[in-house]
């Protein structure tokens, strides 16, 4: 079956850096988004890897390995704002996107 | 510029009832999705349109309809709702010819079957 892992939650500073991680398991690869999404909203977009290597973005980076089924979001000077939950999805074969559970990651001052 | 819109923000529906969950887009993407998200569980993908005119079944669809008679709605109906339908639910829709595809994702309706 497919499969989608991320860390259930996660704790930082502010300030700090943090590297959520997501590992899979697809019927084919068509491309990695990450999500934000804050408690009570709709998923926003944050990033799109396809090919492997590292795609920065301001204060977050997405990086993605296809040969492990790995990607890591890495977010820098974290801000309280970046609390959220954020969700990793692989395009499938079907195009399709898989979706993970998300990792909520919770913002200390 | 409001992108997608779903109506109603929630609502409490008696088991057994027929609910219709609206969902419009001004983007002009042509593809439109219809996912439920509950705790612990990633999204679910329950029907989605590519163009009008046309549908498919996701993972979760039995229980779902849906139609796509032009390129902004895509209106989702539970013909007798059950208590395992509560849930959140998200429209979204993406630029099927585009690049990355990326989806994007309605404010949510948060349902739930007594």
């Known amino acids: 079956g497919q499969n989608i892992d991320q860390p259930t939650e996660m704790t930082a500073t502010e300030g700090a850096i943090v590297q959520i991680n997501c590992t899979y398991q697809t019927s084919g690869f068509n491309g990695l988004f990450w999500y934000q999404q804050h408690a009570g909203e709709a998923p926003t977009f944050l990033s799109y890897?396809?090919l492997d290597g590292l795609e920065e973005k301001g204060r977050f980076s997405s990086f993605l390995s296809r040969s492990k089924g790995y990607s890591y979001l890495l977010l820098k000077e974290l801000q309280m704002k970046d609390s959220a939950s954020y969700l990793c999805?692989?395009?499938?074969?079907?195009?399709?996107?898989?979706w993970g559970a998300g990792t909520k990651l919770i913002i200390k001052p | 510029i409001a992108g997608i819109t779903q109506a109603p923000t929630s609502q409490i529906l008696a088991a057994g009832r027929r609910m219709t969950l609206r969902c419009t887009q001004d983007m002009r993407h042509n593809a439109m999705y219809w996912y439920r998200q509950d705790l612990g569980l990633g999204l679910r993908l329950i029907h989605y349109?590519?163009?009008?005119?046309?549908?498919g079944k996701g993972e979760v669809p039995d229980g779902y309809s849906v139609s796509r008679a032009n390129t902004d709605d895509f209106p989702l109906t539970l013909a007798s709702a059950v208590p395992s339908q509560t849930s959140v639910y998200f429209c979204?829709?993406?630029?099927?010819?585009?690049?990355?595809?990326?989806?994007?994702f309605g404010p949510g309706t948060r349902l739930t079957v007594l």
């Open positions: 349109s590519n163009t009008a005119g046309t549908t």
């Open positions: 890897n396809v």
């Open positions: 999805a692989v395009r499938d074969s079907n195009y399709q996107l898989i």
């Open positions: 979204a829709s993406s630029d099927f010819a585009g690049s990355t595809d990326t989806q994007y």
